[in-house]
T-cell receptor
Framework: QKEVEQNSGPLSVPEGAIASLNCTYS??????FFWYRQYSGKSPELIMS????GDKEDGRFTAQLNKASQYVSLLIRDSQPSDSATYLCAVSTGANSKLTFGKGITLSVRP | GAVVSQHPSRVICKSGTSVKIECRSL??????MFWYRQFPKQSLMLMAT?????????EQGVEKDKFLINHASLTLSTLTVTSAHPEDSSFYIC?????????????FGSGTRLTVV
């Protein structure tokens, strides 16, 4: 079983719609969860971090964490064409708190 | 915010030569840094965890004698790809971990595009 799994993509939504990205993880003791956005040829940039159960909102982005279900999601409201990128879910695990990434999902926002 | 500087951003080298990549935390001390490799259309794969003052911990399948990691100070970690071959061509990215108020934050360098010809 892969440590961090994301829905296979790509995901295409019209401009203004809500994009929903999902992620599950296998290590029950994981404490830190992240969503990164990566444009082609660039390094990942942090979108959201979440550490406790529930929702966390930042502008158009909302992260949701459910540790009992080992599930973390990202909602993007009012999607814009500039949101088109690959979104990576990452989970901190292990003694060194190493960050393990899901395979990512490519989001395309249609004008 | 935290800044991690990674150099060079691009490098082309001949097969059989060695390449060194530097990763510096500019405004914080990073006892732990991570090195990732990313092939086209794939996710980031962790290569090794670099701890200041001690030997790096390599992930399964990563050759420690080929990918030399040195973390001699709290702000600098280096990755040296030795005897590079075309299959080592990839995007290498470093990350530095900082604990702030009991929670971990990870800052990424801008990445190094390595092409071995």
């Amino acid at each position: 079983q892969k440590e961090v799994e994301q829905n296979s993509g790509p995901l295409s939504v019209p401009e203004g719609a809500i994009a929903s990205l999902n992620c599950t993880y296998s290590d029950r003791v994981s404490q830190s969860f992240f969503w990164y956005r990566q444009y082609s040829g660039k390094s990942p940039e942090l979108i959201m971090s979440i550490y406790s159960n529930g929702d966390k909102e930042d502008g158009r982005f909302t992260a949701q964490l459910n540790k009992a279900s080992q599930y973390v999601s990202l909602l993007i409201r009012d999607s814009q064409p500039s949101d088109s990128a690959t979104y990576l879910c990452a989970v901190s695990t292990g003694a060194n708190s190493k960050l393990t990434f899901g395979k990512g999902i490519t989001l395309s926002v249609r004008p | 915010g935290a800044v991690v500087s990674q150099h060079p951003s691009r490098v082309i080298c001949k097969s059989g030569t060695s390449v060194k990549i530097e990763c510096r935390s500019l405004d914080f001390q990073a006892t732990t840094m991570f090195w990732y490799r990313q092939f086209p259309k794939q996710s980031l794969m962790l290569m090794a965890t670099s701890n200041e003052g001690s030997k790096a911990t390599y992930e399964q399948g990563v050759e420690k004698d080929k990918f030399l990691i040195n973390h001699a100070s709290l702000t600098l970690s280096t990755l040296t790809v030795t005897s590079a071959h075309p299959e080592d061509s990839s995007f290498y990215i470093c990350s530095a971990r900082e604990n702030r108020g009991g929670v971990d934050g990870y800052t990424f360098g801008s990445g190094t595009r390595l092409t071995v010809v």
